[in-house]
């Protein structure tokens, strides 16, 4: 059977391209979208591809994840450092969690330094543009590969 991938993006993340370019790059969100759709191919990944800048959309996508989706990739944007109903939502849908970040949040202010999401996560991949996210596609497929 197929494994299938979601991969969920916070609020905002739908203005990449426009959006401080020089934080966040050039790259649109459908450009990743479309890197995404072409590594999960070439892995062998089903995978599913949302965004919502709305905090109860992104628990409501966290909960139907359980028994549907085998891996979740997770770019909470904003909501990283303030929702702890999407972390309680990801501890519950006891599907393994892979962070991702476009920036590298560590590098920029304080606030940005904690993330809920990590506390539920088995590793973040922040700093390297949109190419993070095909990086946890690949560890997604290592993850289904291994059990
Ligand atoms: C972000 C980092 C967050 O601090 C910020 O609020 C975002 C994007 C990133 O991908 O670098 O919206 O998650």
Redesign the pocket.
Known sequence: MTASVLVLN????NLLGTREPET?GRETLADIEAACTRRAEALGLAVTFRQSNAEGELVDWIQQARGTHDVLVV????Y??TSVAILDALLACEVPVIE????N?HR?EDF?HHSYVSRAAVGMI?GLGGHGYELALEAAARMVETG
């Open positions: 916070g609020p905002n993340l966040y770019n909470a944007g904003a990283t450092h991702v970040h476009l920036s949040i920029r940005r922040a």
